[in-house]
């Protein structure tokens, strides 16, 4: 798998360190949930400072890593393949069309679709797409794991930056958190609850750590 590519807008599964000197990313086995204040209440291995999910909003700037990656790969590439993107955010919109070719997958019309560089457009669905590419190129299809400690997260095996272990979905991260849901006597209201498996899935998520 290609370690190296810059994740312009963010992954579901990597926190990024708060700190514009460090900056670091830490890759995690279960979905980064985002809060209003961005922040995931770990602190950052590296320099201390606190961890926020990796997601990009409109008024935020591109990670100066992630785009000199990509700008690098893209300059590289002999052809670049277009999965889901609408194109029509820049600086990321431009990036596939260097010198290479360019092949568009997506339910609906890009500006890309007409381009002189484009070789391939295909409106079929990404996941059906990929999975008869990989069939041709006798690829492994990836998928999600099992996850370990079912009953709970005592004992997971996975920690950052570890091999081990698949990727855990956000359904699994629900399911294993109902189990851990304090249980409460009398009425509860929906914001109590709301809390309440919020903390469930804090503990999750700390077994997986």
Known sequence: ???GAGKLHGNVYVERCSSARC??????RFPVRR????????????????????????WQGL???HLR???EA???????LVLGSSLRVAPAAELPFGKGGVGIVNLMNTPGDGRAETQIRSYAKIDLFMYHLMEALGLEHPRPGAVEGAEGAEGSEGAEGSEGGGLVSATQMKRLAAGRVKV??????EEQRERDFADALLEVEAGLV
């Open 1 to 3: 798998m290609q370690t």
């Open 23 to 28: 900056g670091r990313d830490v890759r995690r």
């Open 35 to 58: 809060r209003p204040d961005r922040l995931t209440g770990r602190a950052c291995p590296t320099c201390g400072s606190p961890l926020t999910d990796s997601g990009i909003d409109f």
């Open 63 to 65: 990670p100066e890593r």
């Open 69 to 71: 990656r990509a700008l």
């Open 74 to 80: 893209s300059r590289a590439a002999r052809f670049s």
């Open 184 to 189: 409460r006597e009398g009425f509860v209201g």
